[in-house]
């Protein structure tokens, strides 16, 4: 079955303790990006890859960091989390730019 | 810069009922518009991707269509039922000309809720 799959789904954790949320899609995708979604933010997009060691910032970047070594992975790293980077995220691909993007199940983080 | 923008914000319906959902976005440069489905706490399912040269795309019950010229969008649910409650969100995705190249814009949404 075609899908993007996180892990983990939930996590809490204390200010400051590094954390890896990790990303992973089995349909050849070119392209991936995470999002953090927010109570009347929206969806924002923190950082997107285009192929395997290109990576970019999104709008919401600071905070945060990526890598993409393989194609098939992308994860998220919070060196230092902080309380304001309480969110649910998303990881999604796509296998071009600008064809359908499919989307995990979300990692609901809670940084206390 | 792409602003999308979705009306109703919250809708709530008798089952059976046929309803549409609104989309509308500022730069009418699109390669294509994404419709989406957020249950509660979980992920987002893509129900339609229309593409810029397309006026309508159908899947099952759901019928989407666009009009590029106008910047819009709209869903269209027939004999809607209770397990369609749920936010659905439209995105288009940024051009080659701007930064973010292939970021998703999305919509707030709008929360659908379907009574029996």
């Known amino acids: 079955e075609a899908q993007v799959t996180q892990n983990p789904r939930y996590l809490i954790t204390v200010t400051g303790k590094k954390l890896t949320v990790t990303c992973s899609q089995n349909?050849?995708?070119?392209?991936m990006s995470w999002y953090r979604q927010d109570p009347g933010l929206g969806l924002r997009q923190i950082y997107y890859?285009?192929?395997?060691?290109?990576?970019d910032k999104g709008d919401v970047p600071e905070g945060y960091k990526v890598s993409r070594k393989e194609k098939r992975n992308f994860p998220l790293i919070l060196e230092s989390p902080s309380p304001n980077q309480t969110s649910l995220y998303f990881c999604?691909?796509?296998?071009?730019?600008?064809?359908?993007?499919?989307f995990g199940q979300g990692t609901r983080l809670t940084v206390v | 810069k792409q602003e999308v923008t979705q009306i109703p914000a919250a809708l709530s319906v008798p089952e059976g009922e046929n309803l549409v959902l609104n989309c509308s976005f500022t730069?009418?440069?699109?390669?294509?518009l994404q419709w989406f489905r957020q249950d509660p706490g979980k992920g987002l399912t893509s129900l339609l991707l229309i593409q810029s040269s397309q006026r309508e795309q159908t899947s099952g019950r759901l019928n989407a269509s666009l009009d590029k010229s106008s910047g819009r969008s709209t869903l269209y649910i027939a004999a809607s039922q209770p397990g369609d409650s749920a936010t659905y969100l439209c995105a288009v995705p940024n051009d080659a000309g701007g930064t973010s190249y292939g970021k998703l814009t999305f919509g707030q949404g709008t929360i659908l809720t379907v009574h029996p």
């Open positions: 890859s285009m192929n395997v060691e290109v990576t």
């Open positions: 730069d009418s440069a699109i390669y294509n």
């Open positions: 999604a691909s796509s296998l071009g730019l600008t064809t359908e993007a499919f």
């Open positions: 349909m050849n995708h070119e392209y």
